[in-house]
């Protein structure tokens, strides 16, 4: 897999990767957790059908890249009417279950307990759908770090295949 260094950039502000963000061949992406369902509460508020991250299952040292996975369910609240007889994720969700994954990267480094909300979203480009009984992985990246604010680049994986992308900034409200 490729390192963050061998994107393939289009113009200003551009993501684009060839690759994953970051070598992930190294995480057992099917080990438990590391911050599970339950313990993913203690780092956001997103609670009941918004909370869309199942767990944590890695992160480096200094919590500037992560992995999460979230078990996408026949069960979920979107699936009757996001395009009925052929359930797909919403790309918008895609994009939420990453930037929780970034917040709780942010708040590793600050402070628990607070709370930061979207404030941009950029270059999001969707490549492949998710759909129930798959096992969609999301990485995040640390781009910027501020105190009160944090900007990361986010990917989603399933099976090994790159289905999105994005950068998401965030910032303490």
């Known amino acids: 897999m490729r390192?963050?260094?061998?994107?393939?950039?289009?113009g200003p502000g551009a993501i684009r990767r060839a690759g994953p963000l970051f070598d992930v061949s190294g995480v057992d992406l099917y080990a438990p957790p590391?911050?599970?369902?339950?313990?993913?509460?203690?780092?956001?508020?997103?609670?009941?059908?918004m909370l869309q991250i199942d767990g944590v299952v890695w992160h480096s040292p200094?919590?500037?890249r992560g992995v999460a996975v979230k078990h996408v369910r026949d069960d979920e609240f979107w699936v009757p009417g996001h395009i009925?007889?052929?359930?797909?994720?919403?790309?918008?969700?895609?994009?939420?279950?990453?930037?929780?994954?970034?917040?709780?990267m942010y708040f590793s480094r600050i402070n628990k307990?607070?709370?930061?909300?979207?404030?941009?979203?950029?270059?999001?480009?969707?490549?492949?759908?998710?759909?129930?009984?798959?096992?969609?992985?999301?990485?995040?990246?640390e781009h910027k770090f501020h105190p009160r604010r944090f900007v990361a680049d986010v990917q989603g994986l399933v099976k090994d295949k790159i289905v999105f992308e994005s950068r998401v900034t965030g910032m303490i409200l």
């Open 62 to 64: 200094d919590f500037t």
């Open 3 to 10: 390192s963050p260094d061998h994107d393939t950039k289009q």
């Open 113 to 141: 307990g607070k709370f930061a909300g979207f404030t941009r979203i950029e270059n999001s480009v969707f490549r492949g759908t998710v759909e129930p009984g798959d096992d969609l992985f999301l990485l995040s990246l």
């Open 34 to 49: 590391v911050i599970d369902r339950k313990g993913l509460e203690e780092w956001i508020p997103h609670r009941g059908h």
């Open 84 to 104: 009925p007889g052929r359930p797909i994720l919403p790309g918008v969700l895609m994009i939420e279950a990453a930037a929780q994954l970034s917040c709780i």
